[in-house]
């Protein structure tokens, strides 16, 4: 669990609401030289472009946990991303290595919203987790089975994979760690999110007759029957993101019909009968990248969060980049984080008075890391 307690001397957050861009701007700009090296500020590639203007460091969910486990010179970071994100920089950045490197000294990581959560984290608790832990251990051996969980998630689960000889993954090293966890048992339990399981078992000659669903809210086995667990080898949380449910396969045949030679570029969060559409699936570092090498003239149709997809667009006019869907598909909680947020953060923060700092309890964090350095030990 993470806590945070506000500063009652603290500056209110409703004057910077009526602040105009350009001045937020600016008084973040003063902020960050006044701080210098001691305050780093991570953007995940989601964030609207006038936040992502004043990160020092943007990033998938992968590059900004090793940032955050790199982090030398800072003192804060302050995290343009979502609640699950920070949870996991206050653990890596404070591991007890780095902790001794800095006499003691904790980095603080401040979200700059607490709102700005992830529906799909939301859709695994710890109890629920728990609890079919101890369902499915009434039909398997639980010691032949590796719990695995997307990074994407409350740091409650990375503790309990780290409990269980479990490891987190993320979308750009999925199948990497589920190799590693077959090299270490029979089957994988897969959580929170479905279809990155899904997406990456497929690709390893798993096939969905071996992929049951867990269904937190029903009583027997998540809706299962117990051959169906016998017979798994990767066991499906029933989660999933709300943002990249919205892309259909019937988009993907529109851009193939309308615009011939057109390549389908998608993360592979969206569901199977999406991403088996795709020319190219992968997390937002991959995306990027691959938009990033590839000749001018190319043609594209992106699946994965708007913002992000208009920025390439605005990087790339040499290339024609569509959305995939034909509805605005965003993530409303990223775009809580806004410059008002920002600014309000860190003005309190040169006034020493730190609001929204997230810090996981230090049980959680033991067993956390230990499933996170696991992640970060696989090549
Ligand atoms: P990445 O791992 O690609 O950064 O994705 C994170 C995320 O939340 C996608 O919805
Ligand atoms: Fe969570 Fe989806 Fe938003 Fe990513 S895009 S943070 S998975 S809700």
């Not at 259909?248 to 057109?262: L, M, S, T, W, Y």
């Amino acid at each position: 669990m993470s806590v945070s307690i506000q500063p009652s001397e603290a500056l209110p957050l409703k004057p910077y609401k009526s602040l105009s861009n350009t001045e937020l701007s600016q008084r973040i700009q003063t902020v960050r030289q006044q701080l210098g090296d001691s305050l780093l500020i991570l953007g995940h590639h989601y964030q609207q472009d006038e936040v992502i203007e004043h990160s020092d460091l943007r990033g998938d969910s992968y590059q900004l946990s090793q940032m955050a486990a790199e982090s030398a010179a800072c003192k804060t970071i302050v995290f343009c991303g979502v609640h699950f994100m920070a949870e996991t920089a206050d653990i890596l950045a404070n591991r007890p290595e780095k902790l001794e490197q800095r006499d003691g000294q904790r980095v603080r990581v401040i979200l700059p919203d607490m709102a700005a959560g992830c529906s799909m984290a939301d859709m695994a608790a710890i109890d629920q987790v728990e609890n079919a832990w101890a369902d499915m251990g009434e039909v398997i051996d639980t010691k032949t089975v590796i719990p695995v969980t997307y990074i994407n998630s409350a740091a409650s689960l990375k503790a309990f994979c780290g409990r269980n000889g479990g490891i987190v993954c993320t979308s750009s090293n999925a199948r990497a760690v589920l190799e590693w966890a077959f090299e270490r048992g029979q089957r994988v339990f897969f959580f929170p999110d479905q279809h990155l399981g899904r997406n990456t078992a497929l690709t390893m000659d798993i096939t969905n007759d071996q992929m049951p669903v867990w269904d937190p809210y029903e009583d027997e086995l998540g809706g299962n029957d117990e051959q169906a667990i016998r017979d798994s080898r990767v066991i499906l949380w029933k989660g999933h993101c709300s943002v990249h449910q919205m892309f259909r396969p019937e988009h993907v045949d529109a851009f193939r019909k309308n615009h011939p030679g057109i390549k389908i570029l998608v993360h592979p969060e969206c569901p199977q009968d999406v991403n088996d559409l795709a020319d190219v699936s992968g997390s937002t570092g991959k995306i990027i990248n691959t938009v990033k090498e590839s000749p001018a003239g190319t043609k594209w149709a992106i699946g994965t969060e708007l913002h992000l997809v208009n920025r390439l667009k605005q990087e790339h006019p040499e290339q024609e980049i569509h959305f995939l869907s034909p509805v605005i598909c965003m993530c409303a909680t990223m775009y809580r984080i806004d410059l008002a947020h920002l600014c309000w953060c860190l003005e309190n923060l040169v006034a020493k008075e730190n609001v929204n700092v997230i810090e996981v309890d230090e049980e959680t964090s033991r067993w956390s890391l230990v499933a996170l350095e696991r992640m970060l030990a696989v090549k």
